[in-house]
């Protein structure tokens, strides 16, 4: 069986309910398909990257466990290579939130992403980012979680879409709106936050209204 870090396995029971086929986008080794496929979260998935360094160790990693008639390799760019609706659900993950951004925004340009498919997301960076895209752009959150792996800390984002867009308020982009996550994700926020504020003071900028808002952060997420 194939055994995943503390973020790959938290990816993997972010997703429920009967998968036909996971997209995994940026495969990289081909960890998190093989593993889904052992454990029954799907029946086949579709295993992609951009590069084919990357592919090539997905694909002898596929072989190492016998999978090759459940796991497609596909080389491309992002959703580029994927039929709208293909798969039900689609993992993007491991890369920094611009990217992912990016990558949906060109998928719903191609009119490549279909109505009801799931996501789980992962973004390395920028999550405020992401959070206010998948709002403004049809996608509806439904229940994040978070976990540390090697030091550093995580976040998992399952969203469907469903072509409505919505509005999400700057705080909600910060801290998350959907379920209460782990006290060490609110931790790290606070960290941030107050990194943030003493660079302001540093600069001489304490009357901004950003200091307000850092303040305001600090205190929503002490209260939860």
Known sequence: MMELSPRLSMIEALMDGAVRCLGDVGTDHGHLPISCIQHGRCQTAI???INPGPLARAE???????????????????????????????SICGMGGHLICDILQAALEAQGIAEGQSFVISPHTNEEQVRRFLYENGFRILRENAC??????????????????REISPMDAVVGCSNILPPYYYENIVRKARKRLSGLAAGNKTDSGEVAFLQDVIRKVESL
């Open 60 to 90: 002898g990693n596929i072989r190492a466990h016998g999978l090759e008639e459940a796991i497609t390799l596909r080389l491309c760019p992002g959703l580029a290579g994927y039929k709208a609706g293909e798969c039900d659900w689609i």
């Open 148 to 165: 540390e792996d090697a030091g550093h800390i995580y976040l998992g984002i399952v969203c469907v879409y469903d072509g409505v867009s």
């Open 47 to 49: 295993a992609s990257d």
